[in-house]
């Protein structure tokens, strides 16, 4: 581990720059490309900084274009960043040494590694030979896996005859054969049903009780944010916005709360209120009506977050 | 909460064991995923022996119009050299530098840099599995070729034994050099056209349009300098032609050579290249 480093993953800087051609509609600007070619730069990633410790689960978020998938492929050593400096389990990622990538997957919801013909079980007996797995780990930790997402039933049918969702639950399994130390989730739940949603979130819950993995989850649910993750970063045009607790952030953008009221006469009043005047309109609805029941919440995330990027 | 106690590697086993374990377990797949599509194999194979069978056609038909012969090959042994062409072409198949791009766009590239073994390694166990189910079903139609078109050879052991590693030589050299021109993909968007001349020039000098025997002396000379001619005319002519000892085992150094040079391309320009790679859309 470097000086000053202290985290299982340590951002400090990071950035990273498209340069992307660029060019009017057209014929004549097409053939104007030919001699002079305009280059746009796009910082998809600018001068992010954090810090993960071991076994946290921290929620990336962000509007689609925002950084994070960049930020996640410079963590797995898929890309090499503009500037910055990044340590991954002490690793540097884009050097992509062996005994890094044994130690991290990154999990993309749209990737498919597994044999398409074949049965999920010669896949993972494919990356038991890449991962150099002893075989009597691999087939405890096989089974186990299998056992937590429960598809036993899934891994014994060609990969090609699978739904969306069930696939997805296989691909996981797959990527944590090896049993990972630190899990980059980029949207691992993105067009799955409810019922498969909730089925990957208990799994990564469990995954990270079980073996204290560190896991970096990007994700357009905020169920799966809610349900997984008590810290959240938040980037919007490749810089941070917010890293705090998730209930935190709440607190500092939820711009409103809901007050909601059950009157003596049985009519329910819901109403939002400024988050500065929540106590004088509360103290208010109270001196002025027969209040049998009162609630008062802050707004959905989903609301915060769009507050957040707002700002 | 139980220990990340098996992220670590076998240490009981070799470097050398692990990749051979990742070798035979690669090919198994592949033989596996190739017999799903048996069907699929036999109309590939009768389209691919339709281009020998083009040339043997042609070469008989004029070596037929000159007494028998043509420079001194006669009619069976260019049947002999088209037959063999064709189990030769089977085992020169290799992952193709045009299909880079939709490597690339579908995220395998990503799926395999993210994993503990240089890429190359998927794409030789890959087409060495591959090539297994092809020849077990192509044997049948090297059968009937032989019983239509009579080819003459008579190897000697040594040449059968050259060619036996030779044919694996030559696919291994063709992986390699398929492997450095598809990472021009990460750096050109237009490596197609590349591509294009690489496979015309391989056509004109390897053997595989013409035997080298009938090409011009200049272009015999331009070919001796190229990998390709290591790749379709050498183990073809280790089987089918009367190449002398010395010929036959400076040919396989001549492999050997290539295949370090292929090699070592592989390695150096694959860092340059994982640098340029932008990941997009996958």
């Known amino acids: 581990m470097l000086d000053g480093v202290t985290g299982v993953v340590h951002v400090d800087g990071l950035r990273k720059v498209f340069k992307v051609p660029e060019r009017e509609a057209g014929l004549r600007a097409s053939m ?16 992010v900084s954090f810090e993960l410790q071991p076994g946290e689960v921290v929620g990336f978020l962000g509007p689609n274009g925002a950084g ?4 996640l492929k410079m963590l797995s050593g898929l890309l090499h960043p503009t500037g910055g400096d990044v340590r991954v389990l002490g690793h540097v990622p884009w050097k992509r040494e062996r005994d890094y990538l044994r130690r991290i997957t990154l999990v993309m919801g749209n990737r498919n590694q597994l044999q398409w013909d074949l049965p999920a079980l010669d896949s ?46 296989v691909e996981v399994v797959g990527s944590l054969l090896h049993l990972p130390q630190v899990l980059f989730l980029d949207e691992p739940t993105i ?9 990957i979130r208990h799994f990564v819950a469990s995954y990270n009780e079980r073996y204290g993995a560190t896991v970096l989850l990007t994700s357009h649910y905020m169920a799966d944010v809610e349900a997984l993750c008590k810290r959240v970063i938040v980037i919007h045009h490749g810089r941070i916005l917010f890293d705090g607790l998730l209930d935190a952030l709440a607190d500092e953008f939820g711009a409103y709360k809901t007050i909601e009221a059950v009157l003596g006469d049985g009519e329910t009043v819901r109403m939002q209120v400024p988050r500065a005047e929540t106590s004088a309109a509360t103290a208010r609805l109270l001196a002025e009506h027969d209040v049998h029941d009162l609630t008062v919440e802050d707004p959905p995330i989903e609301d915060v977050i769009e507050q957040v990027f707002a700002s | 909460m139980t220990e990340l106690t098996a992220v670590r590697p076998s240490t009981q086993v070799s470097a050398a064991r692990s990749l051979l374990d990742f070798y035979v377990t ?31 056609v042609v070469w008989r038909t004029i070596a037929n119009q000159h007494g028998g012969t043509i420079n001194g090959i006669g009619a069976g042994q260019i049947a002999a050299y088209y037959i063999v062409w064709t189990l030769v072409r089977t085992f020169n198949i290799v992952f193709t530098p045009f299909g880079w791009e939709e490597r690339i766009r579908e995220g395998q590239f990503s799926s395999q840099l993210l994993r503990p073994l240089h890429p190359i390694h ?38 059968i034994v050259v060619f036996v590693i030779a044919i694996w030589g030559a696919y291994v050299i063709r992986s390699l050099n398929g492997f450095v021109l598809g990472m021009l993909t990460l750096f050109t968007t237009r490596a197609t056209s590349i591509f294009q ?8 000098v390897s053997g595989r349009l013409v035997p080298l025997t009938l090409m011009p002396h200049w272009a015999q000379s331009v070919a001796a300098w190229l990998p390709f001619k290591w790749t379709f005319y050498f183990p073809i ?5 009367s190449m002398s000892t010395s010929a036959l085992l400076t040919g396989l150094l001549w492999q050997l050579l290539w295949t370090a040079i292929g090699g070592i391309l592989v390695f150096t320009t694959f860092r340059l290249a994982v640098r340029h790679y932008s990941a997009v859309g996958n």
């Open chain 1, 191 to 199: 067009g799955l049903d409810v019922t498969m949603q909730k089925r």
């Open chain 2, 197 to 204: 001349i690489w496979f015309l020039a391989e056509l004109l």
């Open chain 1, 124 to 169: 993972f007996e494919l990356n038991r030979a890449i991962y150099r797995l002893p075989r009597e780990d691999f087939t405890r930790t096989r089974d186990e896996l299998i056992e937590l997402l429960d598809i036993g039933d899934l891994v014994r049918k060609p990969v090609r005859q699978l739904s969306l969702g069930e696939r997805m639950k």
């Open chain 2, 237 to 241: 002519e280790a089987l089918v032609g």
């Open chain 2, 26 to 56: 690669g090919m198994r797949t592949q033989i596996q995923t190739q017999f799903q599509y048996r069907a699929a194999i036999y109309m590939y194979t009768l389209g691919m022996v339709s281009e020998p069978v083009i040339y043997l």
């Open chain 2, 122 to 159: 998927y794409d030789l166990a890959w087409f060495a599995g591959h090539k297994i189910p092809w020849i077990v079903l192509y044997a049948p139609i090297a059968v009937a070729l032989s019983l239509v078109f009579h080819p003459v050879l008579h190897p000697s052991a040594l040449g």
């Open chain 1, 68 to 71: 994070k998938t960049t930020t």
């Open chain 1, 32 to 47: 104007r490309s030919l001699y002079a070619r305009r280059w746009r730069e796009v910082r998809a990633v600018d001068g």
